[in-house]
C-alpha cells in the first residue's frame, strides 16, 4: 500500500510560480509509476503529467506532459526523498484546480486515465488569480 500527501498548494497571481509535492510512505516511489491530475470546478478530472518508470530498464524514466502546460509544468523525482514534484511556472488562471497526485505499480508504457491509478493523495488547491 502507497499513501500519498500532496503538499504546496496555494494562491498566486497570473504569471507566477507554485511547487507542488507529492510525498509517498509504504513503498519505495522510485519504481511507480506517478501521475498529477487536476480537477476544476465543474470540470472533469485531466492529467496534468505523467512520470513513468515501468520500463526503465530499457528507456529509463520519462516524463509526458499535457500539451496546455508543455513548456511551463515540469515533474521531477527525489527517490532519496521519495516525493514527486510538479513544478508550475507561467501559471494562468486557467490552471486553478486542485491538483492531485496518483501512483500506480510502474509497468510499461504511460496512462492519463485517473481510472489506471491505484493510489490518490488529498488534493492540494491552486488558486491563479488575474
Known amino acids: 500500500q502507497v499513501q500519498l500527501v500532496e503538499s504546496g498548494g496555494g494562491s498566486v497571481q497570473a504569471g507566477g510560480s507554485l511547487r507542488l509535492s507529492c510525498a509517498a510512505s509504504?513503498?519505495?516511489?522510485?519504481?511507480?509509476?506517478v501521475a498529477w491530475f487536476r480537477q476544476a470546478p465543474g470540470k472533469e478530472r485531466e492529467c496534468v503529467g505523467v512520470?513513468?518508470?515501468?520500463?526503465?530498464?530499457?528507456?529509463?524514466?520519462?516524463?509526458y506532459y499535457a500539451d496546455f502546460v508543455k513548456g511551463r509544468f515540469a515533474i521531477s523525482r527525489d527517490n532519496a526523498k521519495n516525493t514527486v514534484s510538479l513544478q508550475m511556472n507561467s501559471l494562468e488562471p486557467e490552471d486553478t484546480a486542485d491538483y492531485y497526485c496518483?501512483?500506480?505499480?510502474?509497468?510499461?508504457?504511460?496512462?492519463?486515465?485517473?481510472?489506471?491509478?491505484?493510489?490518490w493523495g488529498q488534493g492540494t488547491q491552486v488558486t491563479v488569480s488575474s
Open positions: 496518483a501512483a500506480r505499480r510502474g509497468r510499461p508504457g504511460r496512462s492519463t486515465y485517473a481510472d489506471n491509478y491505484d493510489f
Open positions: 509504504g513503498r519505495t516511489f522510485s519504481s511507480y509509476d
Open positions: 512520470s513513468w518508470s515501468g520500463d526503465s530498464f530499457k528507456y529509463g524514466v520519462r516524463t
